[in-house]
């Protein structure tokens, strides 16, 4: 999804690279799908208040009324054997897509203008390490990296 947001948010100048890519680091460590922050973002940053709220709607709407009715329908196909080996075997090709997003992020902020980034690969060790040993929430692991990035990065 992430590239198809890209070409159109490049399209229309509704931001810059460097403003995508850090936009895409805070929506992935904040509740929320990607594609309602970043519309959110854009409809605040095009048309204020109003734009932010139209176009959230415009992109939780269609969602929403999709499930509604999925969700009518999804008792009749619960136990077919078909959508239970397609659902099994979409799992890989997800957790690849999402396994290829992290590496290309990671590199993009590791390897900046072809300079390696020394610092923030500093901080994604020191995080690891810490919660591979204290198993930080989610919100401590947010504002440890806050608090080594404007500490290491300033």
Known sequence: M????????????????????????????????????ISTFIGFKTG???GALLSTLGVVLPSFIIILIIIKFLNKFKKNKTLQ????????????????SV??????????DNIINLKHIFIFLILS?????????PIKLILISGFLGVLLLN
Do not use: C, D
């Open 85 to 100: 080996y397609v659902l099994q075997n979409l799992r890989p090709i997800i957790l690849s897509l999402l396994i290829y």
């Open 48 to 50: 204020g208040f109003l």
């Open 129 to 137: 390490i810490l919660n591979l040993n204290f198993k930080f929430s």
């Open 103 to 112: 590496l290309t992020i990671s590199f993009k902020v590791f390897f900046k």
């Open 2 to 37: 992430i590239p198809l947001i890209k070409e159109y948010i490049f399209k229309y100048s509704w931001a810059t690279n460097e403003e995508l890519l850090e936009f895409i680091a805070i929506s992935e460590s904040t509740p929320g799908p990607f594609a309602i922050n």
